[in-house]
């Protein structure tokens, strides 16, 4: 196929909405400029802005200024060049550095910015020796931390943003029907999570997480190893990962060789309750951490504990805000739920004090207006049984 006939997923009206939207928050901020720095770990923030994915052990810094055009440094050498001839990439200035952080502070003096008041995602990524460098060559600018400033732009979805979810999701699908079709008893859970990795390679999937519980004696799942499916054990298992071109699912499905009984039955019972409840209480205007906490209120109601409650989904898998029972837990976020924001919901549910055995899903729900989607209606059973 030629290029110049490749169409990137998003367009460029979704880059100007997106850009529109940060120059506007940041003079609502008083922001001369917002700087983000990106490596494998820390990319999201960056590549929502400029369309790029960072590979390997390359590191990127965007200056994008309230005015002006933004900025981007990049210390693979091919990266610019390629740059030019990517139709996905949105950022024309991209330039090769060897030490980015004395390039950015010469591209700060060269736009006059060097006294200004300027926003940092995030302190907590930051290399120090790169903080240092840049203060040292512009002491006169006041940096601020604006790592919020992203994450409630990057919040709402737009319809572009939404397909490509939808399209994420047919991929969970994808995935969970090959591990239900893989599953024996007798097999490594590393070999059944093999026949997934084959089919959402196959379908454009690049970071991916696989998590799995199959040893009823555990309240936590772990990464697939050589551990025995047996039957009768219920076996968890979460599917989650990025696309390629980006865009996020995440899906976890527990699947049953027999029905649940006793203390087991009644945490699916609670589970049929939580998936009633979560349409009409994830709504916009309501903090994050009292849907948490009525979560957690239902659990004990019950006569059980539950963690990990789930937490907004897009670019990332993982993305702001984590859902929390408390300001006191570790990853509370003060947050307001927002229309078009898309939720993973996945609290384990566990006998108390921690104790097993384990009830576990996770579905997504897109936030609307006038009621919340379950985005995510496939495998409904709770638990999944195992055609025998």
Request: aromatic share 10%; charged share 30%; net charge neutral.
């Amino acid at each position: 196929m030629d290029r110049k006939d490749i169409k990137p997923e998003l367009s460029l009206d979704e880059r100007d909405r997106r850009w529109s939207l940060v120059r506007e928050r940041l003079k609502r901020e008083g922001l001369a400029a917002i700087i983000i720095y990106g490596n494998k770990q820390h990319h999201v923030p960056l590549r929502y802005l400029s369309n790029t994915a960072i590979t390997g052990a390359t590191q990127e810094v965007m200056l994008f200024p309230a005015e002006g055009a933004p900025i981007v440094l990049v210390s693979a050498p091919l990266a610019p060049a390629r740059n030019k001839q990517n139709p996905f990439r949105w950022v024309e200035n991209m330039y090769y550095s060897v030490d980015w952080a004395a390039d950015l502070a010469k591209k700060i003096i060269e736009i006059r910015l060097e006294k200004e008041r300027i926003g940092m995602d995030s302190f907590k990524t930051w290399p120090v020796r790169e903080y240092r460098i840049l203060r040292g060559l512009c002491p006169d600018i006041e940096l601020s931390e604006a790592s919020m400033v992203l994450s409630k732009i990057r919040g709402p979805k737009s319809r572009e943003e939404i397909r490509l979810m939808e399209e994420a999701i047919r991929i969970a699908e994808l995935a969970q029907r090959a591990f239900l079709s893989n599953l024996r008893p007798g097999l490594q859970e590393q070999a059944v999570v093999g026949k997934v990795e084959d089919v959402v390679r196959a379908n454009g999937v690049d970071q991916r997480l696989w998590l799995i519980a199959s040893d009823p004696e555990n309240t936590s799942a772990d990464l697939p190893g050589t551990t025995i499916i047996q039957r009768p054990n219920p076996v968890a298992f979460s599917s989650e990962f990025a696309r390629t071109r980006g865009y996020s699912a995440q899906v976890v499905r527990t699947y049953c060789w027999d029905e649940p009984k006793g203390e087991y039955k009644r945490m699916w019972e609670l589970w049929k309750e939580f998936r009633m409840m979560v349409p009409k209480e994830l709504r916009p205007g309501r903090a994050t951490h009292e849907l948490g906490a009525k979560i957690v209120d239902m659990a004990h109601k019950w006569g059980f504990e539950c963690d990990y409650l789930g937490h907004a989904i897009g670019l990332y898998v993982a993305d702001d805000p984590y859902i929390s029972s408390s300001p006191k837990m570790q990853r509370y976020q003060e947050w307001t739920i927002m229309p078009n924001e898309v939720y993973v919901f996945h609290p384990m549910i566990t006998a108390k004090d921690r104790k097993p055995p384990l009830a576990w899903i996770a579905d997504m729900y897109l936030v609307g207006e006038d009621g919340t989607k379950w985005m995510t209606p496939f495998l409904p059973g709770l638990p999944e049984m195992i055609p025998t």
